[in-house]
């Protein structure tokens, strides 16, 4: 009698799909349930390896949808240097679930953290929750309470509207208040702020806590948004260190398998949510290590390719030649059309002047 | 030892300069504490004239021409003084007219003056960065006539570009040909204007403190209560007028306990 291992695919036997085949034609990704259109509006947050998503979801045509995009004062350099565009709002890297939650609840009100401001070494104000997203920080408490205002009434409209939202698990590690469990995305006095252990703790989330986070966000979201999809993805990137006391690579397996796991259990009882296997091609032994750089924690433009072949061949029904031509500039450039005519003016204000004496 | 020679160079703003000493009436002549003004004739010189030149390996010098001038110009037994009055109009690019995309800033050293809620706030930092790149030009040349003065045992120093007048209609009214479209301008708020025009300052100050050249703020009897311009002073939507010239000049004078002893072109 044959046992049910012979009537699975051949993509369920290790040898036949992970071992044999060359690492580049490793595919992992099978039954995804559900396509992203060319047109839906893909959100992306996350830990920084969802930057490489955002970044080639852009490049390969699709619908990056990014609510902040920097005013066009700057060109695409500046907005870059500012964070505009990076993610789909201008949050900066959402490492974990709870913090994920927390950055919807103060989106929609529901949540005010006690923590509202730090500063850095230069005095500079800094937003504890995006404590990176200015280059220098900001110049007034002012100006980052608007900015912030600003960037949240950004984030609430951009979980009304999008179609799919696309989540890179990062970490269980976490910094937060003792006051009101607020989650800082690096620890008080890193990048701003000042420790203090009175304040301040170390909390590392369990498999069931991130896995009752995202529960709670789908929720949410589903309250605002009952059509919008998720992809869930788990960073592949090891920690840069750990708080726990213990070897670093122990606590990233903890922190990688509980994310693993997290996604699993939800994928398996939501419809709307989809896990795609970054982790496992970047990190999969089958690679021998080649999609990681030499300081074996950021995967390599080869890595984040594979990635990025496979997504489009499977979540999407992606047709290069479909990719859209870039909009034609509907107006003038306004900035380019005022330093000229500035400049002309001067010119000749200067020239009428020096002429009225002769 | 007879008086003071002010070499002034720069660009558009020179103008009202210009027109406020082609009807002035010099009052000494040669005196100890006398001081005449040699101005950049850009008729005669062009508006491209390269004020700063490449000596070789990137180092930019004042260009040898205007020492040139200078030498056959100025009688050298004058003490020189150097002015600039370059640049000054970067801010107009972003708020002379109302931007498509409505915006507004704080202004981190000015926290009583409000922000519009209803705008998008984008952050000081970015202001600065973009108008930081339109000033670049004109502040190469303050610090090739900055190192010119230190090296000939002058003194330099830079007249701030006058503050914008307040009065939408004044601008509307005064408003230059090449500003002008088939649409409707719709010139930016004069708060916003007046913001911008401090961003510019505070970098060209801050520049100046950099290099060591002296800045000299617009005098307070050209500005209103709040630091707008007087209209009376305003020439065209961008530039002051010879009124504003003849308040400069004065207060550079009576800090200096000169008196005017008349002009002639560079």
Known sequence: MKSPYHSLPSYTRWSKVVAEPPYSHVDPVTNFPWKVEPEDKVATAGSCFAQHIARHLRQSG?????????HPIGDEAQKEHFNFGTYSARYGNIYTPRQLVQLFERAFGTFEPQEQVWTDKNGRFVDPFRPNIEPDGFSSEAELFADRRQHLAKVRHMFETLNVFVFTLGLTEAWRSKADGAIFPVCPGVAGGTYDSEKYEFYNFRASEVIADMER??????????????????????????AEDRHVLVSTTYSKSALRVACDEIERSRENVAYFPSYEIITGAFNKGRYFAEDLRNANEEGVSHVMRLFLQHATDFDPA????????????????????????????????????? | MPGKAAIILGNSHLSSVILHLQDRPA?????????????????????????????????YILNPAVLEMIKAKVPADREILYISMYGGNAHNVLTLKEHPRPFDFVVPWRQDLPIDN?????????????????TE?????????????????????????????????FILHHLEDWFKSDQPVEVAAPLLRYKMWLAHSKIIADYCSGIGMEFLETPQSAKDRDGYLLEEHGRDSTHAGPSFGKILLNQFEQ???LRYDGWAWL
């Open chain 1, 217 to 242: 966000f789908l929720e949410l979201l589903g309250q605002v948004n009952p059509s919008a999809r998720v992809i869930l993805t788990v960073s592949p990137v090891p920690l840069i260190a750990t």
């Open chain 2, 137 to 169: 030009a004109y502040e190469l040349n303050m610090t090739t006539l900055q190192n010119a003065a230190r090296e000939l045992g002058g003194h330099a120093f830079h007249f701030q570009s006058p503050p914008p007048v307040r009065d939408n209609a």
């Open chain 1, 322 to 358: 479909r990719i859209p031509a870039p909009k034609a500039i509907e107006e003038p450039n306004f900035i380019e059309q005022m330093m000229h005519v500035v400049q002309t003016t001067c010119e000749e204000e200067l020239i009428e002047a020096s002429l009225s004496d002769r």
């Open chain 2, 27 to 59: 009052e000494v002549y040669g005196s100890d504490d006398s001081i005449q003004y040699y101005v950049f004739d850009t008729v005669k010189h062009g508006a491209g004239f390269p004020f700063s030149i490449d000596s070789g390996g990137g180092r």
């Open chain 2, 255 to 257: 800090r200096l306990g």
């Open chain 2, 118 to 134: 209803n705008r998008e706030l984008v952050s000081f930092a970015y202001i600065h960065r973009f108008l930081k790149k339109l």
């Open chain 1, 62 to 70: 699709f619908n990056y949808y990014v609510v902040e995009d920097g």
